[in-house]
């Protein structure tokens, strides 16, 4: 005996109910440990989670991803090293507490100290990690959870030192100063990797059309825009394109303005007085006087490069011929390409603004105030007032800080780097040695890598990697550190306890190599002697994530990380056969920094596979947002579609395209998978304990052809969903499943109503057997409860993947039967046409220039399924075509009414809760005597009497 299924399933409470199973019969242990012995390895490597949050919904989809590629391969019997990741080192963390400790700038936090800071930052990503950890639970996803690997480990922070000491060996690492977009809020550079097309807004701003008065020229002046006028004060130079040609346009004023051809009537109206045409070489050379001049470090940059000081220059790429002037301001302190030409072409350099966006010292009354604040300062500048054309509001895409949102600016600063140009091709070659997952992915990230800039490492931040870079004071040499190691024995200061008795004050010996305590270490300049500290710069949090295909490989006998220590156990994983991550943005993240170190370290890619997929979207379509209202945590979505659907949702989703994730499209798949299953489950349990089936009857010879059919459907259902996993095409395997059960209810149960015996049981329970370790992967829960109740195994998760029996599957039977579902299909509409229902019987259905002959079997299932007495067969010519005889005789008209009548009996039934096998009693109007037996047989009913109308008794 099964027990009795609940028809009205609550999956949420079930859910939990497998869930604390689970946990008290160590169930996720068991699997774990479920191939300890195999030789069989698999690697998958996990991308860390951010932990600054709990989980959304979009977290959600890739870690159903991971859980399914992993739970496949441990029924397949792989041993798998099952270890999650978390990130939790750096801006995105600081951030977070920030908010929570109400700070605005970086001062506050000096003011606050950065040891505890930073221990504020420790533990908030912590506690994000074990909310995410228990999320994750809830999902299904096994994964060794005490094992977790976090990139603030010691193991992970030492091991980037590793890196990057190989990198200098390589002679990869520089100081280099740029001009570089920078968040004025966070106080740091962003780089170029973290700029992404999600992190533009669409802006208006105030654009200006200046004047600048040409030297030795009466009377011409160069018409100028720019789009951030707070850069005015530190323009340098003018860009034309050489080869475009410029006209000299009188004004209304009388004055003669310098633009380009192209552009001139859209700033001068038609009838423009063109006085003279020249290209853009002509110009190059002459001088001009800005509005600024008077300015003391407009004064320093003239004194500086006089040459070049306020002058136009030539190059092509800056200048466009669709907004503006076609003359370009250029700030070399302001602007990435503005600093390249200047480098170029000799340019001097004004830096115009402090990490918060201040004018520096040297800017008269605008020094000391923001740039960013209040457009104002300048547009209403006296300094400016006589340079002034004219103001237009400006609607562009502007880059924000991809964490707090506040608008860049650009600023000249010192940063560190490694150089990517000798890595460039070495990196493409390691990108193709791996299969990517959309296989477009790849094309993608060679772009990426043919147009990569070197790599942006520091930030002027406070939790992070503390960079192992050691700078002296004096001769400005450096050097990096590779490990700790080296560290105490270079350290000539600070490293272990002032005193015998940790305290405050003592050394760095003790702590995790974080700032502030790492910053106390001290070591002699190689060169002079001198004292040399660490840079006071973190890391790039991509540099903690790349490293992770090496550190996380932790020896089980040392406990310490393989790679660094004898590579024993690091050569039997690496490199992983799978990450699985989503695409847009990694290109330039995750992918490309763990391309960039296993490049340098092994030469090779770290990965085999890599699979990957789009982004979750409301139901709408649109971007989910904290601030828009449309976001959905995942604790909610869990808890009212419950995770098994949320998964389905997922899986049968083209990875390519963008998820529309929604409680509606939920309730539709649930009705449409889970809920279709559920009830052919609770069918066969149903009438299989009705009929005592006991699973010991079990034989194996199928003479009906639909168990036939079905069993040959499984089959072949079990090597497309194997082939399809193998090839990490979760939306195949998973649209063919469905395919699959929709048939089994569809087809197989509805036609076999009529003929529950041993043979109908046996069948559906190999069916529903293997449905539930199919799912296991899929639909953790479901594939559960559906498996204790129709085996004693201990759970479906200790499970082998089930194999395919080839010699049941038969092609030919499975076409056929397709053919007789068409047939059957063309025979309702038929009926629909002449409106006859089902019920009522008919004499003939006529099969026209069918291909081949069906057997018996077959003619008997349309028989059966379309209420018709004969199916003739006329070959022909031509498309397969159908006939029905609607005629209704007086015996059909009476064999109708009974199918009637039994109908309403069975609805009596039902409505008076009577057990399936219970017999009755049925009063009636009327019904045809020559059916009598055929009614009381059908309804279970022992006899029928004369009543006014229908009524049962029990
Ligand atoms: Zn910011
Ligand atoms: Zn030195």
Redesign the pocket.
């Known amino acids: 005996m099964f027990k009795a299924v609940d028809p009205k399933i609550n999956f949420v409470e079930m859910e939990k109910k497998w869930l604390a199973f689970w946990t008290e019969n160590k169930i996720v242990e068991k699997y774990l440990q479920k191939n300890n012995n195999s030789s069989k390895k698999y690697f998958f490597l996990d991308g860390p989670i951010t932990a600054n949050n709990q989980m959304g919904v979009h977290h959600a989809w890739g870690r159903t991803y991971k859980d399914l590629w992993q739970r496949f391969k441990n029924m397949q019997g792989f041993k798998q090293t099952f270890r999650n990741g978390f990130d939790n080192q750096g801006l995105w963390v600081e951030v977070e507490v920030e908010k929570a400790l109400g700070f605005k700038s970086k001062k506050e936090i000096e003011k606050f100290g950065i040891e505890k800071f930073v221990d504020e930052c420790k533990k908030s990503t912590l506690h994000w990690a074990d909310v995410q950890t228990e999320q994750s639970k809830r999902l299904g996803y096994f994964m060794d959870w005490d094992n977790s690997y976090y990139t603030m480990g010691e193991e992970n922070n030492y091991a980037i030192w590793f890196f990057l000491k190989k990198c200098f060996e390589k002679n990869l690492i520089y100081k280099g100063r740029d001009s570089v977009p920078w968040c004025p809020r966070c106080g740091t550079a962003i780089s170029q990797h973290e700029i992404l097309q999600e992190e533009y807004k669409e802006l208006t701003h105030d654009s200006v059309f200046f004047e600048l008065p040409i030297v030795g020229r009466d009377n011409e002046r160069f018409l100028v825009w720019t789009t951030t006028p707070w850069t005015i004060p530190a323009n340098v130079a003018l860009v034309v394109n050489p080869q475009m040609e410029y006209f000299l346009v009188t004004g209304s004023t009388g004055i003669n303005f310098w633009v380009l051809g192209n552009l001139a009537e859209s700033v001068f109206g038609k009838n423009t007085i063109v006085k003279e045409r020249v290209t853009g070489d002509k110009l190059v050379g002459l001088k001009y006087t800005g509005p600024f001049d008077v300015l003391p470090a407009v004064i320093k940059a003239k004194e500086e490069k006089p040459k070049t000081f306020h002058s136009v220059v030539a190059s092509k790429d800056l200048v466009t011929e669709t907004e503006g002037t076609g003359i370009v301001h250029i700030a070399t302190g302001c602007g990435t390409e503005d600093f390249a030409l200047g480098k170029e072409t000799n340019l001097p350099v004004i830096s115009a603004i402090d990490e918060a966006a201040n004018y520096l010292e040297g800017f008269g009354d605008l020094s000391g105030k923001n740039a960013k604040n209040d457009p104002d300062l300048i547009l209403k500048n006296s300094l400016l007032e006589k340079n002034l054309f004219k103001i237009m509001p400006f609607l562009h895409r502007y880059p924000v800080c991809w964490r707090c949102k506040t608008e860049l600016v650009w600023r000249v600063v010192s940063e560190w780097y490694i150089k990517m140009d000798p890595l460039r091709e070495p990196m493409k070659k390691s990108a193709k040695q791996s299969k990517w997952i959309p296989s477009w992915g790849l094309d993608r990230e060679i772009d990426w890598l043919n147009h990569m800039s070197d790599w942006l490492i520091s930030k002027k931040r406070y939790w992070g990697l503390a960079l192992p870079i050691w700078e ?6 450096f050097t990096v550190i590779g490990s700790k190691e080296e560290l105490k024995k270079k350290a000539i200061e600070g490293f272990r306890f002032a005193s015998a008795r940790p305290s405050r004050d003592g050394g760095f010996e003790g702590h995790t190599p974080h700032r502030p305590w790492i910053d106390k270490v001290k070591i002699k ?6 004292i ?1 500290s660490r840079i006071p710069d973190v890391g790039n949090p991509w540099l903690d994530a790349g490293i992770v295909p090496f550190s996380t490989l932790i020896d089980p006998q040392t406990k310490k990380v393989s790679y660094l220590t004898d590579k024993n156990y690091f050569s039997q994983w690496y490199p992983a056969d799978l990450v699985s991550e989503c695409f847009p943005g990694q290109f330039k993240n995750w992918f490309y920094s763990i391309l960039a170190m296993s490049t340098v370290l092994e030469g090779k890619s770290p990965f085999k596979v890599l699979q990957s997929y789009a982004l979750v979207r409301d139901e709408k379509g649109e971007e989910m947002h904290k601030s828009k209202g449309n976001a959905i945590w995942f604790d909610e979505a869990a808890e009212k579609m419950g995770v098994d659907v949320m998964r389905w949702m997922y899986l049968t989703q083209n990875p390519e395209l963008n998820l529309n994730f929604g409680y509606k499209t939920a309730d539709e798949i649930r009705r449409r998978f889970h809920l279709m299953l559920w009830n052919v489950y609770n069918f066969f349990v149903t009438y299989a304990n009705i009929n005592k089936f006991e699973i010991r009857n079990l034989k194996f010879e199928f003479k009906n052809v639909l168990d036939r059919w079905i069993l040959s459907r499984l089959n072949n259902l079990i090597k497309v969903v194997t082939a399809s996993l193998e090839e990490y095409d979760a939306y195949t395997a998973s649209e063919s499943i469905e395919k699959f059960v929709n048939d089994f209810s569809t087809w197989y149960i509805r036609r076999s109503r009529n003929r529950v015996g041993n043979e109908f049981f046996n069948t559906a329970y190999i069916v529903l057997l293997t449905l539930a370790k199919l799912l296991a992967p899929f639909t953790p829960f479901l594939a559960e409860e559906m498996f204790k109740n129709l085996s004693d195994q201990e759970s479906v998760h200790l499970q082998a993947w089930p194999e395919p029996e080839s010699e049941k599957i038969n092609h030919d039977l499975e076409k056929k039967m397709a053919i007789v579902r068409e047939i059957v299909e063309m025979g309702h509409a038929k009926r629909k046409q002449a409106e006859i229902k089902v019920r009522q019987p008919l004499s003939k259905f006529e099969i026209r220039n069918l291909k081949f002959e069906i057997k018996d079997e077959l003619v008997r299932l349309i028989k059966d399924e379309l209420n018709v007495k004969e199916v003739e067969f006329k070959d022909g010519e031509g498309d397969l075509q159908v006939d029905l005889d609607t005629t209704i005789t007086p015996e059909l008209k009476e064999e109708g009414e009974a199918r009637e009548i039994i109908r309403e009996i069975q609805e009596k039934r039902k409505e008076a809760g009577c057990k399936l096998d219970e017999k009755i009693s049925v009063g009636l109007p009327s019904w045809p005597k020559r059916l009598e037996e055929d009614i009381k047989r059908k309804t279970l009913a022992s006899d029928l009497y004369q009543a006014n109308q229908l009524e049962i008794k029990k």
């Open positions: 002296c004071a004096k001769c400005h040499a300049c190689e060169k002079c002697g001198e040399a």
